[in-house]
Nanobody
Framework: QVQLVESGGGLVQPGGSLRLSCAASLSIFTINIMGWYRQAPGKQRELVAT???????NYADSVKGRFTISRDNAKNTVYLQMNSLKPEDTAVYYC?????????WGQGTQVTISS
């Protein structure tokens, strides 16, 4: 049973920073792609960032230059460093991995950007 547990969400003011963590219940060393997605109220879930086993990264245009995804294989954890946060970044953030053709999601962590 694959489990992903996100943490690090919260309420911050515009311009602030947060670092999200996603701890996996299995070794992520061989997981080709892990990613962060987000879903705002009334909107579809959207891709935020992905990272490959070789640490190649991909970002949504809306977060490029502000967010950084990274992975620590020794800790089986993927991170999302979020800087210069905007109100439009408010959403539930989900961690994702694909293993043997199956998608796995965490329970999500709420990020709220508000003054």
């Amino acid at each position: 049973q694959v489990q992903l547990v996100e943490s690090g969400g919260g309420l911050v003011q515009p311009g602030g920073s947060l670092r999200l963590s996603c701890a996996a219940s299995l070794s992520i060393f061989t997981i080709n792609i892990m990613g962060w997605y987000r879903q705002a109220p009334g909107k579809q879930r959207e891709l935020v960032a992905t990272i490959t086993a070789g640490s190649s990264t991909n970002y949504a245009d809306s977060v490029k230059g502000r967010f950084t995804i990274s992975r620590d294989n020794a800790k089986n954890t993927v991170y999302l460093q979020m800087n210069s946060l905007k109100p439009e970044d408010t959403a539930v953030y989900y961690c994702n991995l694909i293993l043997k053709g199956s998608n796995y999601w965490g329970q999500g962590t709420q990020v709220t950007i508000s003054s």
